[in-house]
């Protein structure tokens, strides 16, 4: 690979920063109270599982 000079990596760099799209705030934002309620979701779900999994082998425990 051939290398190139600082100033020129700078100037692939800024055009490559010109071609990013970013969000508008409202995508943001949007996006932002998605991931929150799918960590709340996801959360209440885990701890179901964690609590049915803790009784499941308290009960098999008491067996012995």
């Given at each position: 690979?051939a290398?190139?000079s600082?100033?020129e990596f700078m100037?692939?760099?800024?055009?490559?920063?010109?071609?990013?799209?970013w969000?508008s705030?409202?995508?943001t934002?949007?996006?932002a109270i998605?991931?929150?309620?799918?960590m709340?979701?996801?959360?209440?779900?885990?701890?179901?599982i964690?609590?049915?999994?803790?009784?499941a082998v308290?009960?098999?425990?008491?067996l012995?």
């Amino acid at each position: 690979m051939a290398k190139i000079s600082p100033g020129e990596f700078m100037r692939q760099v800024q055009a490559e920063a010109r071609k990013v799209v970013w969000p508008s705030r409202q995508e943001t934002v949007t996006t932002a109270i998605f991931v929150g309620i799918m960590m709340v979701i996801l959360a209440l779900f885990f701890l179901g599982i964690d609590t049915l999994f803790g009784k499941a082998v308290q009960w098999l425990l008491s067996l012995v």
